[in-house]
């Protein structure tokens, strides 16, 4: 009974990254990152590769760009590295892993 219990409590807290790291929270830390109000910002095409990157691109009136924020997951706490981001034709960002800097 344990294991099955176990199991779905995993299971459970794996889609929670979604939950934890919202558009709107995603959108102030852009603003930070690009120098721009909050907003002036628009979030689309998000998608995740797991816990510890999410993927997404920012729209402002300066242009759009493909951003990645680190963390954010249960497995983390909720906490999020800064966003990287780049102009959209540009070369996008490379995903961060646990010990990089």
């Not at 095409?45 to 493909?66: F, I, K, L, Q």
């Not at 981001?85 to 646990?98: A, D, E, I, Q, V």
């Amino acid at each position: 009974m344990k294991p099955i219990l176990v199991i779905a409590g995993v299971l459970a807290l794996t889609g929670c990254a979604d939950t934890m790291l919202s558009d709107s929270r995603i959108r102030d830390s852009t603003a930070l990152a690009l120098n721009q109000p909050a907003s002036a910002i628009t979030i689309s095409d998000r998608r995740a590769d797991g816990p510890m990157n999410t993927y997404y691109v920012a729209n402002t009136a300066r242009g759009s760009y493909r951003c990645l924020i680190g963390g954010g997951s249960i497995s983390q706490l909720g906490i999020t590295e800064a966003p990287v981001c780049s102009p959209l034709g540009s070369t996008p960002p490379k995903p961060r892993h646990r010990g990089d800097r």
